[in-house]
């Protein structure tokens, strides 16, 4: 084991804003969650159908210092008790990123915290990391911590890839998408069909009372088997949509859903669901007899899909524990929990220095590989 551990009982506030959701939490050694509020803005966006950035930027700004109050608040936590600071840096909507990094700057600085630099995909997988909770907290968490190597299906509205984790901040990517996010696949199909933002939720509510076998929708072939492309299934929805109701592409396809009936709806979220969760697990099985992790997990807004969860769980020979639906969408439980890990084996950043990166693979990040 490379890993040293220097520090006792170490409590990390970690701070997340790059998207639509502002998050903040305090969790102590990497594995104990002691807070995790998330304010979300899902109602806001879900009005024209999806994130608009500048209105993410200034509700951010509105609720970024209560949050990350009721994080301490709930915490029984006061500032004295703060170990270090970890704030999303990359990636992200530019202006939701700022807002987070503003105030962990300013925080670290007047407080005298270390602040720690967060890649918000690497911290995703970091959900399964937590196994312990407050009294006030009921989460259903899993039993223990991932073991490595840890093969990481990672799926969310910007990101769809498969990691391969020897240890902490070491790890390669086996694949990942060439276009569209499973996620992002999953609220454009929702969006065809007239069903709300965010959509991978509003298919799965519909999907059960639909038929799935009705439309054969095709599964991308890829070069390299563990690469990812969604585009494709997307649009072969699209026409499918296009022929049922009897027009051709160059219809409006934002007057597309009200052409349909309900059986129509509910058959193509069906089929689409089952596509989409059949090609990730595929992929996930060839990884795993490929590699032979000694665990598996799912991470990003995709992981809390109850449909992905079961067919993964069924093709899988062994047992997964998957992480609590709160803890796959976006939160700051993650950050603060990878925070803890990185902290490990990294400086500090300077707050006065710290700049938002709006797109960095997260191969990318600060890590000190060579000390991994
Ligand atoms: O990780 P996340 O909260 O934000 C990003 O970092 O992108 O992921 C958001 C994505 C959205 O595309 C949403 O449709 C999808 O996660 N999502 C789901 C479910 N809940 C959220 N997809 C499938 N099934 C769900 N239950
Ligand atoms: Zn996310």
């Avoid at 970091?126 to 009921?138: M, R, V, W």
């Avoid at 984790?165 to 199909?189: C, I, N, P, R, S």
């Avoid at 007239?194 to 072939?221: I, M, N, T, W």
Wanted: glycine share 6%; with cysteine.
């Amino acid at each position: 084991m490379s890993m040293i551990y220097t520090v006792r009982q170490m409590k990390v506030l970690g701070i997340e804003s790059s998207c639509d959701e502002t998050a903040a939490s305090v969790v102590e050694d990497g594995r104990v969650l002691l807070s995790n509020v998330i304010n979300s803005q899902i109602d806001i966006h879900a009005v024209y159908g999806g994130v608009v950035p500048e209105v993410a930027a200034r509700s951010h700004l509105e609720v970024i210092n209560p949050v990350i109050n009721q994080a301490l608040a709930t915490a029984n936590t006061s500032w004295d008790d703060i170990d270090a600071i970890a704030v999303t840096y990359a990636p992200g909507l530019i202006g939701s990123l700022l807002v987070g990094t503003l105030a962990a700057r300013t925080l670290a600085i007047l407080k005298d915290k270390p602040l720690y630099p967060i890649h918000h995909v690497e911290a995703h997988v970091y959900a399964n990391f937590i196994t312990g909770q407050t009294d006030s907290l009921s989460l259903s968490l899993p039993s223990k911590q991932p073991e490595f190597p840890m093969l990481a299906l990672i799926v969310s509205g910007g990101h769809s890839q498969l990691a391969l984790f020897k240890d902490h901040g070491d790890y390669e990517l086996l694949g990942q998408t060439q276009d569209d996010a499973v996620g992002e696949a999953f609220d454009k199909v929702a969006k065809i069909l007239g069903l709300p933002y965010p959509g991978g939720p509003s298919l799965e509510k519909l999907a059960p009372s639909g038929d799935s076998h009705k439309y054969e929708f095709p599964k991308a072939k890829m070069q390299n088997s563990y690469d990812f492309s969604f585009s494709g299934l997307k649009t072969a929805v699209l026409r499918a949509v296009q022929r049922e109701v009897g027009v051709d592409f160059t219809f409006p396809s934002h007057e597309l859903a009200a052409r349909l009936n309900g059986v129509q709806r509910a058959d193509f979220a069906a089929s689409f669901v089952r596509i989409a969760t059949e090609t990730l697990v595929d992929k996930t099985e060839r990884a795993f007899r490929d590699y032979a992790p000694r665990s598996v997990v799912i991470a990003g807004g995709v992981a809390a899909s109850p449909p992905l969860r079961k067919a993964l769980s069924a093709r899988l020979p062994l047992a997964i524990e998957y992480a609590p639906m709160q803890l796959c969408t976006d939160n700051a439980a993650m950050i603060a929990t990878l925070g803890y890990y990185y902290a490990q084996k990294n400086d500090p950043v300077d707050p006065l220095l710290l700049e938002v990166v709006p797109s960095l693979s997260m191969t990318q990040t600060a890590w000190k590989r060579s000390l991994s």
